[in-house]
């Protein structure tokens, strides 16, 4: 009688290691396809970070252009000013 006891408790513990083992198995599939669907939203976001690098430096590129139009135009009518009160001027 002590052996089927013995018996039945050793197939109980193991009938709950074994449920153990099927839960953990299930997590981990779980947890796998979750890191998958995360890595798929990083490598959107590594996409979409390149593109938005690539917009910013072109955005740079007029606008340091703009900047070098803006000194230009700056220069020029400074020179006009410079021309126009030497113009005015009776001394001249």
């Given at each position: 009688?002590?052996?089927k006891d013995r018996f039945d408790q050793i197939d109980f513990r193991l009938d709950r290691l074994v449920g153990a083992v099927l839960t953990?198995?299930?997590?981990?599939?779980?947890?796998?396809?979750d890191l998958s669907y995360l890595k798929g939203i990083v490598q959107q976001?590594?996409?979409?970070?390149?593109?938005q690098?690539?917009?910013?430096g072109?955005?740079?590129?007029?606008?340091?252009?703009q900047a070098e139009t803006a000194r230009r135009q700056a220069e020029t009518?400074?020179?006009?000013?410079?021309?126009?009160?030497?113009?005015?001027?009776?001394?001249?």
């Open positions: 009688m002590q052996s953990l198995a299930e997590s981990v599939i779980f947890i796998k396809d976001q590594v996409l979409m970070t390149q593109e690098t690539a917009c910013l072109e955005l740079k590129a007029v606008c340091q252009h009518v400074d020179r006009l000013i410079a021309h126009l009160l030497s113009a005015q001027d009776p001394r001249s």
